[in-house]
């Protein structure tokens, strides 16, 4: 008979790839790269997909339907997964992603193709909450850490190589190609994932404080946050299509999302956001500022090189590749050579950087400039976002009181998207407005740039009020370094929420 110390000592030396879970080790790390290869690799096809759909005007609307799903995914995917485990949220968000890409890719109109990236963001917001969910019942709780942490290391090599690779593609053959080759990637992957899901959790794991089981519900309702995450995402679609243009018949579109959001918002955020309150509504504030002006930059600094630059696809995939390499350095430095400065001043240096990546994108907007002055405003935003981002993370969690970061994590995602999603839209108005007055289209991109200098200075005047006061106001390294790693270029993509008050924290997974 075997000595049962034997036998513990034996599981407890198991890893992520031993026998007892590689089969859920490989289905997730497929799943999380070729995620993360779908959302690098089609951001940098849209601009070159609405010209060639006649619809550049409704630019802001598809690049930010994934976003404005993804809130609502991820909302849903949460509480499918409470209720009934991961499984059934997990396979029906890959499976949905596997259909969204064929959407995408048959689209004869802009409208297809905003369909398409609505339908792929409420897939990716369920499936990112759902490998979460399915971590936690799939893993014993000393697996989970390296489990979490290989699910970030899966989007290294997509941030590196997705978006030169559609580049190609794209210039090559066609955009069409980059969504059918996803989809194509995507099938087996879902299969298998369905497959092991169908299977029993692993022992060990369920041997674990019930990790294999779901936990039971608490008593706050469901349905609200639910709806809540439902009527701002409804809220931010009209508000999008509402900026394409400036006449009677968008008017009372943009009236109705602006409603929308101005009444329920708030709801999701710490009370005093929008009035810059000190401590953690002023830290979700700057967050949602810092990723509106960065994913913005990221939007529409393409579609200029593309629409008037003429710039070849290639140089714009070469551009999100540096840009994700420019943000884990800086994250990197801000980890561990800046450990000791105080988290506000680095979010302070981050926005400077930042504002002059915008007055590069606006620099190449200029007529006698050359062709790819602009690709320079990619790589710096993200050197910005890289000394910004982490900072903002780690004050928000110093913020918390202990049992509320999931609470807080979930706000900081939330005020996330909404802030990619109005800054978006108002440089997009900007930009209509500026073509609708008989401007030139450079001229009207100038302005739509300029306006991101705004954001990115009322940070830096904002920035003392989300300092830390007490002891060890100034550490945070170790926490810098691994928040750092949670977030990139191209996170706006591929990043889900919780509603606020939510206790389920949700892990972005990006490099």
């Known amino acids: 008979m075997a000595d049962p110390g034997l036998v513990g000592a034996e599981a407890a030396e198991e890893g992520l790839f031993s026998r007892t879970y590689a089969a859920a080790t490989s289905s997730f790390v497929a799943v999380m790269f070729l995620t993360g290869l779908a959302a690098l690799a089609v951001v940098p096809t849209l601009p070159t997909a609405v010209r060639d759909l006649d619809g550049v005007a409704l630019f802001p609307l598809v690049a930010g339907c994934f976003v404005t799903a993804s809130l609502l995914g991820g909302v849903l995917g949460g509480h499918w997964a409470d209720r009934s485990g991961a499984r059934r949220p997990l396979a029906a968000g890959m499976v949905l992603a596997v259909v969204t890409l064929l959407v995408s890719a048959g689209s004869t109109s802009v409208w297809q193709l905003a369909g398409g990236r609505f339908l792929d963001g409420l897939a990716a917001g369920a499936v990112a909450v759902s ?10 709780e000393r697996l989970r850490p ?16 997705g978006p030169p690779l559609a580049g190609l593609v794209s210039a090559w053959w066609s955009w069409r190609a980059v969504f059918y080759g996803l989809a194509a990637l995507t099938v087996l992957p879902t299969l298998a994932l369905m497959v092991v899901l169908r299977g029993p959790v692993s022992a060990s794991a369920g041997a674990s404080a019930g990790a294999g089981a779901v936990e039971p519900a608490d008593d706050r309702p469901a349905r609200p946050p639910l709806l809540l995450a439902g009527v701002v995402s409804l809220g931010a679609a009209l ?25 329920f918002a708030p709801r999701l955020l710490p009370p005093g956001t929008w009035r ?18 960065y994913f913005t930059i990221e939007a529409l600094v393409p579609l200029l090189l593309i629409d008037e630059r003429h710039v070849p696809t290639v140089v714009i995939g070469l551009a999100f590749t540096g840009a994700a390499l420019m943000w884990a350095a800086a ?53 910005g976002m890289g000394l910004l981002n982490p900072s903002l993370t780690v004050l928000s969690l110093s913020h918390s009181p202990p049992g509320h970061q999931g609470r807080a994590s979930g706000a900081m995602q939330t005020n996330q998207n909404l802030g990619q999603i109005a800054i978006l839209a108002l440089s997009s108005a900007v930009l209509n407005a500026a073509l609708g007055a008989g401007t030139s289209q450079l001229t009207g991109y100038g302005a739509a740039f300029t306006l991101l200098l705004a954001p990115a200075l009322l940070i830096v005047l904002l920035a003392g009020r989300a300092r830390r006061v007490g002891p060890g106001a100034g550490a945070g390294a170790g926490a810098g370094a691994g928040a750092g790693a949670g977030a990139g270029p191209g996170a706006g993509a591929g990043d889900t929420t919780t509603a606020a008050g939510e206790t389920t924290e949700t892990v972005v997974t990006a490099p």
Do not use: K
Not at 146 to 161: D, F, K, T, Y
Not at 250 to 256: E, I, M, Q, R
Not at 286 to 292: F, K, R, T, V, W
């Open 146 to 161: 390296r489990a979490l942490a290989l699910m970030s290391a899966c989007w290294i090599v997509p941030s590196l190589a």
């Open 276 to 293: 810059a309150a000190r401590g953690l509504p002023v830290t979700v504030l700057l967050c949602g500022l810092s990723c509106g002006t």
């Open 239 to 263: 508000g999008q299509y509402g900026v394409s243009g400036w006449d009677v018949r968008h008017l009372p579109f943009l009236a109705g999302g602006l409603g929308l959001l101005v009444a």
């Open 331 to 383: 994250s990197w430095v801000q980890g561990r050579l800046l450990e000791n400065l105080p988290r506000h001043r680095l979010v302070v240096a981050g926005a400077v950087v930042m504002t002059g990546a915008a007055v590069l994108a606006v620099t190449g907007t200029l007529s006698w400039t050359p062709r790819i002055t602009a690709v320079a405003a990619m790589p710096v935003a993200a050197v």
């Open 131 to 140: 490998v979460n969910t399915a971590i936690g019942q799939a893993y014993p």
